[in-house]
T-cell receptor
């Protein structure tokens, strides 16, 4: 398996633009997690899905952020409109099962909003 | 919030065992202890996890105290490639919550 695949690897956009980050989890995995990492705040859990259903989105910073998982092999994280403070590395992870199992992370998308 | 306490940084000589401590004094009986590491600019990498017993795999060993209030991750023969931030995580439900971790420097 190729692991968790995220795209794009790098994104530079202007303030106010819509940004869509993509994630393909490992085939057969039923959990998907979105994280954001900054120097100031470290790794933050934004939202996670189980069987394509959002379970906990309490980490989503505000209404400008939305995440979807239309099927078991694809998820998106959208920011609209983007702001400079959204600049961060965004990671996607997937696992087969919850507690007691290991989660595999993608290589991340580095987002820069200018 | 993360339920663990780790030293912010540690040094270890190359070829020696690296012992990374973690305190989780409020852990409950069915919470797992997980360790991940993050090498610069990469996604976090799973290392090992355990519930009550000590665990060993090809990467490391996990020693959990009998009262489960603390644990130690052991990298038996540290190399320069083990330089990373190591995260100790207590996991009850499905969420994986990261703290600040320990920045491990391997010295040549």
């Amino acid at each position: 398996d190729a692991g968790v695949i995220q795209s794009p690897r790098h994104e530079v956009t202007e303030m106010g633009q819509e940004v869509t980050l993509r994630c393909k989890p490992i085939s057969g995995h039923d959990y998907l997690f979105w994280y954001r990492q900054t120097m100031m705040r470290g790794l933050e859990l934004l939202i996670y899905f189980n069987n394509n259903v959002p379970i906990d989105d309490s980490g989503m910073p505000e209404d400008r952020f939305s995440a979807k998982m239309p099927n078991a092999s694809f998820s998106t994280l959208k920011i609209q409109p983007s702001e400079p403070r959204d600049s961060a590395v965004y990671f996607c992870a997937s696992s087969f099962g919850g507690a007691g199992t290991e989660a595999f992370f993608g290589q991340g998308t580095r987002l820069t909003v200018v | 919030d993360a339920k663990t306490t780790q030293p912010p940084s540690m040094d270890c000589a190359e070829g020696r065992a690296a012992n990374l401590p973690c305190n989780h004094s409020t852990i409950s009986g069915n919470e797992y202890v997980y360790w991940y590491r993050q090498i610069h600019s990469q996604g976090p990498q799973y290392i090992i996890h355990g519930l009550k017993n000590n665990e060993t795999n090809e990467m490391a060993s996990l020693i959990i105290t009998e009262d489960r209030k603390s644990s130690t991750l052991i990298l038996p023969h540290a190399t320069l490639r083990d330089t990373a931030v190591y995260y100790c995580i207590v996991r009850l439900d499905d969420k994986i919550i990261f703290g600040k971790g320990t920045r491990l420097h391997i010295l040549p």
